[in-house]
């Protein structure tokens, strides 16, 4: 259920960046958001991942319904980097509504990447290179990876329905991008979420991105700075 609801809850803030800067109404997609996130709540506690589905639907359509108006889209801007600045808005002093004040459209990664990562590239190390872990951590990370792919696709099957939902890459092929750059079994730092995340949404278009990085990170420092030398020598 916990897997599940992160891949919702990562689904309904993309869709709250895409339709927030063009609201009609002001405050509606905020609105319709915490709704959404409230009945999500409600249907996992209630009925576990049977009744988070149908309470995702149901969230899609209350932030898809939002008033609103695209048919002048902003430049989009990436934030990526240290997960928690990424997420937290007292951590990063409000950014995204910052960004959104001055004309930009928001891309975020998805928070179940950021989780997902530590079971995938250990299961990578261990199927790959045949890395020196336990059998028991060995078969919990291929399970946990698993798991995230069932859920992401369950979710997606739901979301696809929606217009304004963009499909995200899945983890083969973000590591496939990755690789010429980070090696998708490395594990410092947020390893390859970073430059693929870059790398995916600049075929997207996105021309924007804002790595933050905290003061105390010495390996989102030298992943977020190094990884920009490379990609500029590539793109």
Partial sequence: DFVLAIAMVDVYEALLRRVRPYETEAGAADVAFERAMDGLVAGV???GARG?????????????????????????VLIVGEYLLNFHPGANHEI????????????EARMADVIRKSYSYKHAQAREYHASIPARERAWNAL?????????????????DFPLYERPASMAQLAERSDPIIPHTFDAGEGIL???????????GVRNFVIL????????????????????ELY
């Avoid at 990170?217 to 490379?230: A, F, T, Y």
């Fill in 194 to 204: 970073i430059p693929e995340e870059i790398l995916t949404q600049a075929e997207r």
């Fill in 45 to 47: 506690r209630e009925h």
């Fill in 213 to 232: 990085q905290p003061f105390g990170c010495l390996p989102n420092h030298v992943v977020g700075r190094g990884i920009i030398k490379r990609v500029k």
């Fill in 96 to 107: 995204e509504r910052y960004l959104e004040a001055n004309g930009l459209e928001i891309v």
């Fill in 52 to 76: 988070a589905l149908d309470a995702f639907a149901r969230g899609l359509e209350a932030l898809s319904a939002v008033p609103h108006d695209r048919s002048h889209p902003r430049p989009r």
């Fill in 144 to 160: 946990a990876d698993a798991l995230f792919s069932t859920a992401l696709a369950l979710v997606d099957r739901v979301a696809r």
